[in-house]
């Protein structure tokens, strides 16, 4: 941004602007889709994380218990911090038909493509590298993506950039819930734009297309239910329960989302991408519908070369081989016997046991005639 004439959305030179809109305005040309400020105090919504938690619905999630007293108030995680800068950037919507063609796998939407992390907390650490010019003094600060014990969606509904849905996904009302979010922590005094108003209303088509019912009432998520956890988080066995709901999921899980009505219309068309960021977070080729023969076919340098750069790096390659062993048992396709037999005569204990279920699956459905 060059001095001096530069011209603000709202008239008038950016110099002139309140603090808070020239770092709007930043934020907005480094290509984030929206942004606000919060305040740093505890909130319901933080407070609740506690409740959660003992409810057990955190699962393996040890990390989020470990550092609860920070999530649930920032100012313990830096002392004298005033504000909390919250960005957002939308990925394109997922697409395309719910199921997949056959012998094909599903990826959640988001894990495809250049890792979001990487994406999003680039963007926010050139704005918070910037907030010292911008403020005319020395700035203490901290930038999260999903990297500190910070609750960025809390954060994100406190910032006025949309409300916690029945879904428990941050919702913004032009951008829908298919959102990346960062905060900055800082020990500026920016004026607070609000909390987001929920519009779910009596809606509840989330609630009901959920494959495994993880939500015991709305705004409520039993993560150890949800296949986003299961294909990701969880490091054992996946319940064998929840294996057949995963259908021809690998990697996490879109429904609840591409449900919702506020992701289906974009009454202003696609979102522009001058940045290219929104295409480097859209899913590559090789992740759009990646075949299970494929997937069970995968060593570890294989591996580490497809995801190289992606957050599918998260459920490693026995996760994903596990997740594969699944899906296809729910596939029950003959012409994956073989790849599945190998695991069920691995070292892999757990690669072993799901070998052995999807072997089970394959071989009713033959014997079903199906
Ligand atoms: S991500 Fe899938 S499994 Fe998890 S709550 Fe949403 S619909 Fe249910
Ligand atoms: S599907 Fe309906 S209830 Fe669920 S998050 Fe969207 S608007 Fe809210």
């Not at 808070?20 to 909130?43: H, K, N, S």
């Not at 057990?56 to 313990?76: F, K, N, Q, S, T």
């Not at 010292?132 to 910070?150: F, H, M, N, Q």
Request: with cysteine; hydrophobic share 40%; glycine share 10%.
């Amino acid at each position: 941004m060059s001095g001096g004439g530069d011209r603000s959305p709202a008239g008038g030179t950016l110099a002139e602007q309140p603090l808070e809109e020239r770092i709007r305005a930043l934020g907005l040309a480094l290509g984030l889709d929206a942004l606000g400020f919060a305040g740093p105090e505890p909130t319901a919504r933080t407070e609740f994380l506690r409740d959660w938690i003992a409810r057990g619905y955190a699962g393996e999630m040890d990390y989020l218990e470990r550092r609860i007293e920070e999530r649930i108030d920032p100012r313990r995680v830096l002392p004298g911090v005033r504000t909390l800068i919250v960005g957002a950037l939308a990925c394109a919507p997922a697409d395309g038909p719910a199921l997949e063609p056959e012998g094909r796998g599903i990826v959640a939407r988001y894990a495809g493509g250049d890792d979001y992390h990487d994406v999003l907390l680039d963007r926010l650490r050139a704005l918070e590298a910037a907030l010292p010019a911008l403020a005319g003094r020395p700035v203490r600060s901290r930038c999260y993506v999903d990297t500190g014990p910070v609750a960025e969606k809390a954060a994100a509904e406190q910032a006025g950039l949309g409300w916690i849905a029945k879904n428990t996904c941050l919702i913004h009302p032009e951008l829908g819930s298919n959102l990346m979010l960062g905060v900055v922590l800082c020990d500026l005094e920016l004026a607070q734009d609000g909390a987001g108003t929920d519009h779910c209303g009596s809606c509840r088509a989330c609630l009901d297309a959920c494959p495994t019912d993880a939500f015991p009432e709305p705004y409520v998520l039993d993560a150890t239910r949800c296949l986003s956890y299961t294909t990701i988080e969880l490091r054992g066995a996946i319940p064998e329960s929840l294996r057949a709901a995963q259908g021809d999921r690998v990697f996490g899980c879109d429904v609840c989302q591409t449900v919702c009505p506020w992701n289906r219309s974009r009454p202003r068309g696609p979102l522009a991408d001058p940045l290219g960021l929104r295409t480097r977070l859209a899913p590559r080729e090789i992740w759009r519908a990646p075949s299970l023969a494929w997937l069970l076919a995968l060593d570890e340098e294989d591996f580490l070369a497809a995801t190289r750069g992606t957050a599918l790096r998260r459920s490693r390659r026995l996760g994903l081989l596990r997740n594969a062993l699944v899906a296809a048992g729910n596939a029950g396709l003959p012409s994956l016997r073989p790849l599945v037999a190998r695991h069920a005569e691995g070292d892999d204990v757990i690669l072993r046991e799901h070998a052995l279920w999807a072997l089970e699956q394959i071989d009713a459905r033959a014997a079903a005639g199906a």
